[in-house]
């Protein structure tokens, strides 16, 4: 195996270190990886590694595993002065609470792919498989000291042997939902979590990471949210980003889209007239663990056949993502069901395929990013019909308010994979502390300048983005909020007496 794991010698890079003092490394080398990703974006990422016949296929399947554990104030009795540790400590420091006793399996779910991928690998098989790990959750490993996880994750991601069958997904580093963070914060979130698993794993695995995958699945439908999210991915480096189905409509009709299992284009215009694209690979269904747990993307795909794509006749790419470690199917099912499937479709009609894999095929094949059908996010079709893009800011929101008028169902909360569940509505208590600390952060960091490699801009960074966690709203009012409020007023202080 190759490279490092932390706290040991032989750092990947020793002047890009996992950490500085007990903070992550997030930030200082924005440049350096600018630059990178700029100069090697046109670089295949499995350029004659896949073992694939895109010919000769009917469909293939990919699957993603999303993995998070937040960061919380609860290293101590006292609230106000609590070591802010991972949640997963915090579950093996008291085990009889709730399901608590689930720790160790949890982190063994975190571990389990570095063994099941080169397991399956030596046995003749082409596994395939996405990763997407919070900030928060690698952070939260590291600082616990966990270095057997990191040696597994490490084996699969450096090692030439098995990495062509791991895509490690990018993903916002603090697991904010992006339709309700300032946009600003969210381009922070993005870049720190390149910082940080570039600090990990190296800059050559971070060059292999090419989609992005949205917290909680959240896409933004403010237009001007919405260009700003896509416009931090493109800047990022990102070439696509995983949707959910029932995020995104049709320009046309405002339906959803019609063939889920093809790539398509995102297209986001702000209310200035301003426009920006993204490939979106089109996560169907809900967020239901047994979906990918019992392996349904594989069932599914096989009964497809090739579909017509521009003049061109592609295998569909059936494709799905839920929580790696939440609920008894994905504990204890999902290992052996995985490896059956991927011992059954080893060179069959039906393959398993990662996306940056499939797309790279996809466009070798002769498809181009012009022939892909365009999707917009979710009811801006209601808003582009009363108002005309370039108009600015005040007449969006004077559209906005007639949409809402004219229809109930329509809101410009964004989407999710749980759209039953609003991520603004009730939580003006932790919304507004929130936004106050970003205000703040915005004036007294981003507006100054402050350089990023300095250890008070690291800190402040750091709690600021723990403060916009997902966790805080997605659990409700109670402990969860208090969490959120408590690194929000710890993120005030240390903006009010260090800068």
């Not at 993603?64 to 290293?75: D, I, K, S, T, Y």
């Not at 580093?173 to 992006?178: D, K, L, Q, S, T």
């Not at 749980?418 to 915005?442: C, E, Q």
Request: net charge negative.
């Amino acid at each position: 195996m190759t490279g490092s794991v932390p706290g040991r010698q032989g750092d990947i890079m020793s002047d890009f270190p996992e950490c500085h003092g007990h903070l992550p490394n997030l930030s200082g080398q924005e440049e350096r990886l600018g630059r990178i990703l700029e100069e090697r974006a046109g670089e295949a990422v499995y350029g004659g590694r896949s073992d694939v016949d895109f010919a000769a296929i009917n469909s293939a399947f990919a699957i993603g595993l999303h993995m998070h554990q937040p960061l919380v104030p609860a290293g101590g009795a006292d609230l106000a002065t609590a070591a802010i540790i991972s949640n997963l400590q915090h579950m093996l420091n008291h085990p009889h609470l709730g399901d608590n006793h689930n720790a160790r399996v949890f982190q063994n779910c975190y571990q389990r792919m570095g063994e099941i991928i080169p397991r399956l690998i030596r046995a003749g098989r082409s596994p395939r498989v996405m990763l997407d790990y919070s900030g928060t959750l690698l952070h939260g490993l590291w600082a616990m000291g966990l270095h057997d996880v990191f040696d597994d994750l490490k084996r699969i991601t450096l090692d030439a042997e098995f990495n062509w069958a791991v895509e490690w997904l990018g993903t916002p580093w603090g697991h904010p939902v992006a339709p309700s963070t300032p946009v600003q914060d969210y381009r922070l979130h993005v870049r720190a979590w390149q910082h940080h698993f570039a600090a990990l794993f190296g800059e050559e695995a971070l060059v292999r990471v090419r989609g992005f995958s949205p917290s909680e699945m959240a896409l933004p439908n403010h237009p001007d949210v919405a260009y700003a999210f896509v416009r931090t991915l493109r800047d990022c480096g990102y070439r696509w980003v995983l949707v959910q189905e029932h995020t995104v409509e049709q320009p046309a009709n405002g339906w959803g889209p019609e063939r889920p299992h093809l790539p398509h284009r995102l297209v986001c215009t702000s209310s200035t007239g301003e426009q920006v694209s993204i490939i979106a690979v089109i996560k169907t269904q809900g967020s239901d663990s047994k979906l990918v747990g019992q392996m349904q993307p594989y069932y599914e795909a096989r009964n497809h056949g090739r579909w017509t794509l521009g003049s061109h006749r592609v295998p569909p790419l059936v494709t799905q993502i839920a929580d790696g470690e939440n609920g008894g199917v994905m504990m204890n099912e999902f290992p052996p069901k995985y490896m059956d499937v991927m011992k059954e479709c080893t060179g069959t009609p039906t393959r398993a395929m990662n996306v940056t894999e499939y797309l790279e095929l996809l466009f070798a094949s002769g498809v181009t990013e012009a022939d892909l059908p365009v999707l917009q996010p979710l009811h801006q079709k209601a808003l582009w019909d009363r108002f005309r893009a370039g108009d600015g800011p005040e007449k969006l929101e004077q559209a906005i308010q007639d949409a809402k008028q004219a229809d109930h169902r329509f809101h410009m909360d964004g989407g999710s994979w749980t759209n039953h569940i609003s991520w603004v509505a009730g939580y003006d208590n932790l919304l507004d502390p929130m936004l106050k600390t970003s205000a703040r952060f915005n004036e007294k960091v981003l507006v100054p300048g402050i350089a990023t490699d300095e250890q008070r801009y690291r800190n402040a960074l750091y709690h600021l983005l723990c403060s916009q966690t997902s966790c805080y709203r997605y659990w409700g009012q109670g402990q969860w909020t208090d969490y959120g409020r408590e690194i929000c007023r710890r993120t005030g202080e240390i903006l009010q007496y260090d800068f």
